[in-house]
């Protein structure tokens, strides 16, 4: 069995009874399909800052350009417990690839969070819960998302996508950084890149040309923030066309121009929107495997991540 990844969740995502009315929100696709590529370790800041479960319904009030987390009726203020709790607990998750926070909470949610004015009305709705916040600050390079957003296909699939890719980076991190190291996660990773953003692609491929000295850690900082922000744009079914088109000009020394050609046209099936992206893709993994090529087989993009998850499917 292949190790999975470790990945934080909000305990009330994984069925635990840890909400404020005693009861839980489990995603099931969590636990019950995710759980297969990644190790889930849940997480619940409110129960972890000694706040107890069943616990009054709390909301986030802004009062002198600072977040309060406060009980909606009596007013009482757990700021202070749930900040020192992350405090706490923030340096121990630092072998997480990823994190999945329980959306709209006043300490785990994304985005979206409703923050109020002390008069108890709605100020605004795009704060973001105590823990989430601390959680993405001290980890800026960690894919991080809300449950309710994975419903959807395609941010689903650049969430695990970013996990996958993240957890070679640290791997490669704790294996220790050498100049060979980091061209080869280049190389590796090359696809996807082009794939999400041909702009930043262009940009980091030069910026490894020269390593020498002390300029190694400094450009591998850079390198992987600007990476990881690539990873976490939209891509277009042209970018992954164009993508594939790169991939499948390594063949023509081998294949049949009528075998290329039928990969292309599912390329434009694909572009069209026609065909899901499995479509193309197994066709190029299936043109490797027959006319093996080092290069095209060394790309993560081929299989960034399990077949099982069926993500390649559904977008
Ligand atoms: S949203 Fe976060 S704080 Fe609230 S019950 Fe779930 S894990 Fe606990």
Redesign the pocket.
Known sequence: MTTRIPVGI???LMGDN??HDGGHKRSRYCTDVLSRSFELQPQ????GAGLGTPRPAMHLVECDDELRLEEVRSGAEHSTALKDWTHETLPGLAHLRGFIL?QK?P??GMERVRIYNEAGHVQHRQGRGLFAAALMEHYPLMPVEEAGRLNDDHLLERFVQRVFVYDDWMRLREAGLTPKALIDFHTRHKFQLLAHCQRTYRELGPLLSDLSGGRLEAVAEHYISAFMAALERPVSRGAHANAMLHLLGHFRDVMEDDQRRAVAEQVDAYQRGEVPLVVPMTLLRLAQRHHPRDYVGGQEYLQPYPDQLGLRNRV
């Not at 619940?44 to 129960?47: G, H, K, L, N």
């Open positions: 909000s305990a009330c840890v909400r619940c800041p409110e129960v329980m909470s300490s785990c």
